[in-house]
């Protein structure tokens, strides 16, 4: 007879070692079975719980996108000003429970299945609208008719330091990362 109330933490347990198993092999060629023993429970319970070895990569980016919202709002609700929100959002985007390794290598892999998959490519498109949306609330008043270029290009940046974090040996500088892309965004600010 199941436990009651055991299948949330299992289904968390399994998120939390699809994230980890990913960040370590650096690739999604993991399998379920791999993952359910990480997570201490066998193959034939995770499909049971999530059906396949794609859901499972979804549900595991799911929780990181749930992370990252959170650290975002957040941000935004210590941060004053223009500025303050557009620095915030930058910094949530590196943010402890966003940049870390393993979920670093789980959003380079997120890309790379948003390439054949229709609901990783849905779940990157409305992760990749809402900071467009975020940063442009705050670009139009300060950078006027530039916002919508000045947004895509703290996009890019940030999507390339998470690509060049997951490709590089040992833990990513989360300050460095925000540095990076804060300096390009006061760049775009002084040159209005």
């Known amino acids: 007879m199941p436990k009651l109330g055991a299948e949330p933490i299992r289904r968390a347990a399994l998120v939390k070692a ?49 992370i990252y919202a959170a650290e975002v709002r957040g941000a935004l609700a210590a941060a004053e000003g223009h500025r303050g929100r557009l620095r915030a959002i930058v910094r949530a985007s590196f943010g402890p429970g966003s940049f870390r390794r393993e979920a670093v290598g789980a959003w380079l892999n997120f890309y790379v299945l948003a390439q054949t998959s229709l609901e990783a490519r849905r779940l990157l498109a409305v992760y990749q609208g809402r900071l467009h949306s975020n940063l442009m609330h705050d670009l139009r008043p300060l950078v006027g008719p530039r916002a919508a270029g000045v947004a895509r290009g703290v996009g890019a940046l940030i999507d390339g330091v998470y690509i060049r974090a997951a490709l590089t040996p040992g833990n990513a500088d989360r300050r460095s990362a925000a540095v990076l892309v804060l300096e390009y965004l006061e760049r775009e600010m002084e040159g209005r």
Not at 43 to 56: D, M, P, T, V
């Open 18 to 66: 699809t994230i980890e198993m990913v960040g370590d092999s650096g690739s999604l060629d993991v399998t379920v079975a791999q993952i359910a023993r990480r997570a201490g429970m066998s193959s034939a319970l995770a499909h049971h719980y999530f059906g396949s070895k794609e859901q499972i990569f979804l549900a595991a980016m799911r929780s990181i996108l749930s």
